[in-house]
């Protein structure tokens, strides 16, 4: 099994989030209709996929949960089947670089912690020909919570992704033609709780096993990395939902 599965298999999410923040950027929602579609773009393991669908109170509404690694797709359909969703969420496989739906199709899309593999300014103006006159997106998105940002930090960024501060997000925001709802940072143990925690006993466990394998131990010392460098530095950086509307 390729390394990176075998840290991310099962785990209850694949990035930071917690059940409180979705509902909180839910509640922003305030004209969203009663039989609301939804696309929930990189859905991964779901648990905002659930919480989403156990907090829309129609039954009308649909869910429509896409990702590009099918194993995750039947994990979703199985807790959905498990807790009674299943009329509310429909699992697509898909890419979010050329999403195979009509212009105008959805009421709200909805990305938690994957609209940076798409890249930030790029998902926001591409994903806006998919949502309804006055539609909503809501996603979230690693940021800068300071300005006097530790070297250190920014350069460990640096070769990874181009982090942004909250105002240069807001600002393309506004020029791709939307109006801003609300932004509000995640806690920090939001990173941990159900992300890197898990993949922390994950390292541990799998440490003596590629002990002998160099590519694999890489793959396991940049992602404790990735962590130490949280634990360090979450007071500068952290992830931030955006919450915005289509303009009429
Ligand atoms: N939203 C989930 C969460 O917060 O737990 C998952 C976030 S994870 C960081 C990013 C997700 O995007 C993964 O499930 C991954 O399989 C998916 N993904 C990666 N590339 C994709 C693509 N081109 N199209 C659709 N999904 C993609």
Request: hydrophobic share 35%.
């Amino acid at each position: 099994m390729d390394i990176f599965y075998e840290i991310h298999k099962d785990l209850p999410r694949e990035g930071p989030g917690d059940n409180a923040s979705t509902r909180k950027a839910l509640s922003y929602l305030k004209n969203l209709p009663k039989d609301a579609k939804i696309l929930d773009i990189g859905c991964g393991p779901g648990m905002q996929t659930l919480e989403l669908a156990k907090n829309l109170e129609s039954t009308s509404c649909k869910i429509i949960a896409l990702d590009n690694h099918e194993p995750f797709l039947k994990v979703v359909d199985e807790k959905a089947k498990k807790e009674n969703l299943s009329e509310k969420i429909q699992t697509h496989y898909g890419s979010m670089f050329s999403l195979e739906f009509e212009d105008e199709s959805f009421d709200c899309i909805w990305a938690e912690g994957s609209i940076y593999i798409i890249g930030f300014k790029r998902g926001i103006k591409e994903w806006k020909n998919f949502l309804k006159e006055g539609g909503y997106l809501v996603v979230s998105e690693i940021s800068w919570l300071k300005f006097d940002v530790p070297e250190e930090a920014k350069e460990f960024w640096s070769t990874k992704y181009p982090v942004k501060q909250i105002y240069e997000n807001l600002h393309d925001i506004k020029e791709s033609g939307y109006e801003i709802i609300e932004h509000f940072t995640l806690p920090s143990e939001s990173w941990r709780t159900d992300y890197y925690t898990p993949i922390e006993n994950r390292i541990t466990s799998l440490w003596d096993k590629y002990i002998n394998d160099q590519e694999a131990m890489n793959v396991l010392y940049d992602t404790q990395q990735e962590i130490n460098m949280f634990n360090k530095y979450s007071d500068y950086y952290g992830y931030v939902f955006y919450v915005m509307r289509v303009k009429n």
